[in-house]
């Protein structure tokens, strides 16, 4: 859908430009707007490999472990079908770590293994089994403690305080992630009670 709307919006805009005789104007925004795009991922490229290195040594090192046993009661309760799947439970870890620092780029090939290795455990293969749709769910509301990505953005863009809205993404993303989780515990309770 979206490969066909984006050309739509480009040459709307081209044809919009032409018209109203802003040609000029269209081109010179689209070359201020390629150099700070590249501006934007050099930043973000430095802000990924510190935190990607940082979550290597994580995972190499014994804090793993005490990561995972602080974390193991809200995956326990998460995810009650993993009980014996320590791999699976290893890795939403993980991914929950980099989504809570606030690192999207760096928890989505977590999230990937994490899918993977839960698919594997999975008996109906054509559907999501109940802690895969929690995984996606927790994914999608991404609790961010340190939201290092927006921070790394509106410094690169010349804020004068970039971290100011750590406190309201804090309300954002716990309120998502608390009514997000509770939708889903609640579909999974009316499912089992179906298949009952």
């Known amino acids: ?73 809200a995956i326990g309760f998460l995810f009650p079908e993993l009980k014996h799947n320590e791999k699976a439970k290893e890795e939403i870890t993980l991914n929950m770590i980099a989504n809570i620092l606030g690192l999207g780029n760096a928890a989505t090939p977590l999230g990937l293994k994490a899918m993977k290795t839960m698919q594997k455990d999975n008996p109906k293969k054509d559907t999501v089994s109940h802690s895969m749709a929690m995984f996606i769910v927790i994914n999608t509301a991404s609790i961010q403690i340190i939201p290092t990505t927006v921070i790394a953005i509106r410094a690169s863009l010349g804020s004068s305080n970039p971290s100011y809205v750590i406190f309201p993404i804090w309300i954002a993303t716990i309120g998502a992630a608390g009514v997000a989780i509770l939708a889903t515990k609640c579909f999974i309770r009316r499912e089992e009670r179906k298949k009952r």
Not at 25 to 45: D, G, K, P, R, W
């Open 1 to 73: 859908m979206l490969n066909k709307l984006w050309p739509i919006f480009i040459i709307v805009s081209f044809v919009y430009g032409i018209f109203t005789g802003r040609v000029e104007q269209m081109s010179n925004s689209i070359f201020e707007s390629t150099a700070s795009a590249v501006q934007l991922s050099i930043t973000f490229l430095g802000t990924i490999c510190l935190w990607n290195g940082m979550m290597e040594i994580v995972r190499k090192t014994s804090l793993m472990e005490k990561l995972t046993h602080l974390l193991r009661p």
